[in-house]
């Protein structure tokens, strides 16, 4: 919080007047000393691709500076703006159905350990947060707990590296004392604000900490962030998840205009899912100065953001949680069922968003390969490696191409599935000798430790490695 007066209009950013103009505020309720009423917003700006859809569905018209994206194969609608290269809107992408289950997913299975949210700094690995909210337990440290709740708490299930804190039950509780104040995990469940699953992202540093125990994204969100990125991936490339964030938003929430630029390769889109309450996404350029795009985001909606929309500053000044604009009536009614309330309860006046991301470059890169090759006598070293490899040089003196490229494949620092090698135009030349052998090859990987281990696998000098990317 900044304390002192507000800056004038004129000195803030047009992003940061953009955030003010649909930011929730509230005003006293002149028929209540306690009651706060909403500030009404002038919503007449915003661009709604809910309403573009249908109206292109009727038409095929789109408003001026959208336009709709042709990507064959890609079973649904997919809009653009004329001057956001890099970003695309996909309205409605999710079924209600899909929505449903991963609104379930969000709240039972990705805060789970070893994911970690923004509750695991204060009070370590929680397990089960949404199951013990369901079921009115509370959380309370384990020194307070007796011998047999202790031997219980790390041998049990809920046991992570002996967590600080457990669940129990309410009743439980009462005689703890005034040492022991026990949260009630329905505030702690109010209280998540962000969990990370696959590569675990360190907030304090903004980088990615692979040393940091993790599990890979679930193979379900993996397929459907790999088909929805497909409008922003290059032909002939895949979207391969590594990371995603997963933020919950409140009634009164925000996020604050930033860029997302901790991955490396800055051309694979981010994958934005949003779930829940109707929200306004601020899309601005590459200065703080350029003026921001409003549009709403429903429920099942998902963003992509790759290339120079990277670059573009981008928010959520907004969340709706009113019957009027919160847009969540279909979601409620499939959530209506005796073992949803929590569900319900939850999203009625909640939003969640999922972004996936592809962390590390994977981009292929093309390597051209001199290798100048011996006539007799072999080296020694050289034909050591060879005999070890279990082959002799023909007539042991020249190497043969296909031995050249056994020892090839042995030099790879990575699985055989994750490079390509490309063997059909190789040639020794005539009988001038040193013998000299070309190879291009498409390798995944650093092409620096490529180079480096192939050397020190074949233990030759004469290498001119050149780098296509």
């Known amino acids: 919080m900044m304390y002192g007066a507000e ?3 004129s000195e803030r950013t047009a992003f940061r007047r953009a955030e003010k103009r ?3 505020y509230k005003t006293p309720n002149p028929k209540s000393r306690k009651k706060l009423t909403h500030s009404p917003t002038d919503l007449s700006d915003v661009v709604d691709f809910q309403s573009i859809l249908e109206s292109f569905e009727r038409s095929g018209d789109t408003p001026p500076g959208v336009y709709r994206f042709q990507c064959p194969g890609f079973n649904r609608p997919v809009f653009c703006f004329a001057d956001r290269p890099g970003f695309y809107f996909i309205p409605s992408a999710l ?4 929505q449903c289950h991963w609104i379930r997913e ?5 805060p789970q350990p070893p994911n970690r949210t923004s509750l695991t700094a204060i009070y370590g690995p929680i397990v089960d947060l949404f199951d013990a909210a369901q079921s009115q337990k509370s959380l309370i440290e384990t020194q307070s707990l007796g011998a047999d709740a202790e031997h219980e708490t790390s041998n049990g299930e809920n046991s992570l590296h002996t967590p600080k804190y457990i669940f129990s039950e309410a009743t439980d509780n009462a005689h703890m004392g005034e040492s022991c104040k026990p949260i009630a995990a329905s505030i702690l469940l109010r209280k998540l604000r962000w969990s990370t699953l696959g590569l675990q992202f360190d907030w304090s540093k903004r980088n990615y900490d692979a040393s940091l125990p993790h599990n890979k994204i679930p193979a379900a969100l993996c397929l459907l962030a790999k088909r929805m990125a497909v409008p922003a991936m290059s032909s002939g490339e ?12 409140g009634p009164s929430d925000m996020l604050g205009g930033h860029l997302d630029d901790m991955e490396a390769d800055w051309s694979k889109p981010i994958v934005s899912i949003s779930l829940g309450c109707k929200a306004i996404f601020l899309l601005g350029g590459k200065s703080r100065e350029d003026n921001p795009i409003a549009m709403f985001l429903h429920s099942g909606d998902i963003v992509l953001m790759a290339g120079q929309a990277r670059e573009c500053f981008h928010g959520v000044p907004r969340i709706f949680t009113d019957d009027e604009h919160a847009d969540v ?6 959530f209506s069922g005796k073992d949803n309330c929590c569900f319900m309860d939850y999203i009625r006046y909640s939003r969640i968003n999922i972004n996936i991301r592809q962390e590390i470059r994977r981009a292929w890169s093309r390597i051209l390969i001199r290798v100048i090759l011996w006539s007799k006598p072999l080296p020694a070293s050289l034909a050591g490696d060879l005999h070890a490899s279990g082959i002799e040089p023909s007539g042991g003196h020249l190497l043969h191409p296909l031995h050249l490229l056994h020892l090839f494949s042995g030099s790879l620092p990575h699985q055989p599935s994750s490079c390509k090698l490309f063997f059909g135009q190789l040639q020794l030349s005539s009988c001038q000798l040193p013998h000299s052998l070309s190879i291009s090859l498409v390798y995944s990987g650093k092409s620096d430790l490529f180079c480096t281990l192939l050397l020190k696998r074949l233990r030759i000098s004469h290498v001119a490695p050149s780098l296509f990317v």
């Open 238 to 249: 895949e979207f391969l998840p590594e990371a995603a964030i997963v933020n919950y938003f």
């Open 329 to 334: 009536a279909t979601l409620l009614s499939h």
């Open 7 to 9: 800056p004038a209009d």
């Open 106 to 110: 969000t709240l039972t299975t990705f």
């Open 95 to 98: 079924t209600v159905e899909e």
């Open 22 to 24: 649909y930011k929730l």
